[in-house]
């Protein structure tokens, strides 16, 4: 992340584009106004061939063919919360790299082709639970794996998925004052 909006120019994206299929372009920087490109500079500078996220949010862009592509912000919040939930039910000391590995890994799965084919690289927001399971599942098959999960029984992975599942926190509020219906 620099912070220096427009950094990433049109001779060094449309290079990148001519030098592989599909340049990765992440102009990570925040607010919008120091993004390195935006996203609709990265996707006309390479014909709508790029794989672009940014750290801001973006509008979709629609190309003059009329293909539309959905920039996706990258954010951690897609697999902290995984991470955290799959250390944590397991027992984890430590979170190591192929910890790390597998989560991303669960991530990228679980995008859509249709998702990927609009130039998303994240799933959609409002999967962000599913998402959190299924990288904290990943986790803790990994800290097992590594003889990590102190506090997994054999038992408990053998149907991992509804063990994590019971394990998340469910936001659920109670209402703090009993509404009642007074009648006359």
Request: hydrophobic share 40%.
């Amino acid at each position: 992340m620099t912070t220096v909006g427009g950094l990433f120019s049109e001779e060094i994206v449309t290079e990148m584009a001519s030098s592989c299929e599909r340049p990765i372009i992440f102009p990570l920087s925040n607010p919008t106004t120091n993004a390195e490109c935006t996203a609709e500079q990265a996707f006309e500078w390479t014909d709508g061939k790029c794989i672009f996220a940014a750290g801001s949010p973006f509008d979709p862009v629609t190309m003059e063919d009329g293909r539309v592509f959905y920039p996706t912000q990258c954010n951690n919040m897609y697999v902290f919360p995984g991470i955290g939930l799959g250390a944590t039910v397991c027992g984890a000391k430590t979170v190591s790299d192929r910890m790390l590995y597998v989560a991303a890994e669960a991530l990228a799965n679980f995008v859509t082709e249709e998702e990927l084919a609009q130039g998303k690289v994240f799933p959609h927001i409002s999967n962000i639970r599913e998402v959190s399971h299924r990288v904290a599942v990943a986790v803790v098959r990994e800290a097992a794996r590594e003889g990590q999960a102190t506090k997994l029984k054999e038992k408990d992975m053998d149907n991992l998925e509804d063990y994590v599942a019971k394990k998340m926190y469910d936001p659920l509020y109670v209402p703090l004052i009993e509404k009642r219906t007074i009648r006359i």
